[in-house]
């Protein structure tokens, strides 16, 4: 197995993960457990856009979001990442439709493992970012694409657990 084959494989642990939530009502899918602005749909949204916008300043191609902002109709306030989100704002994003969000966090990490599937060592060498110490590489910042992505299906898959707890 080669570093490109873990990477792609990283990939789809998310998105699996993702696939494998229970269905949510629209209530479900927008709710804040506990009180907190980051609802399931908020989470999922927010991975589909770190990898989308992370993606491409790396590989200098489009972002998928062009094909999906009308579908999501959030207006300007989708077009971000989420990340320095105030509550309010992240309260702001509210989707309704579960399998448009799915479909979205699946395309932007498919994306990403198809990009990553034919980097050579030199390209994942190449220092991406310079501002911080040490200086971060393609492969560094793909892992932590990955690694964001995985934290956030699992706090989207907590939460979505808590809110269908009843239900079992």
Known sequence: MNINEILTGMVHRPIDAA??????????????????PNSVAWLLWHTGREVDI???????????????????????????????HTPA???AIRVDDQELLLEYVD????????????????????????????????????????DDAIA???????AAGALTADQA
């Open 89 to 91: 704002q992240a309260q």
């Open 107 to 146: 395309a932007s990490l498919t994306a990403l493992g198809d990009y990553a599937e034919h980097l050579g060592a030199e390209e994942l060498d190449e220092i991406v970012d310079r501002r911080w110490t040490p200086e971060v590489t393609r492969g560094v910042r793909l892992v932590s694409i990955v």
């Open 152 to 158: 956030h299906v699992g706090q989207a898959a907590y």
């Open 54 to 84: 992370q993606l491409a300043a790396l590989s200098g191609k489009e972002q998928l979001w062009h094909r999906y902002r009308d579908r999501f109709n959030l207006g300007e306030a989708g077009d971000g990442m989420g990340y320095g």
């Open 19 to 36: 696939r494998n939530l229970p269905a949510l009502s629209v209530e479900q899918l927008n709710a804040h457990p506990g009180g907190h």
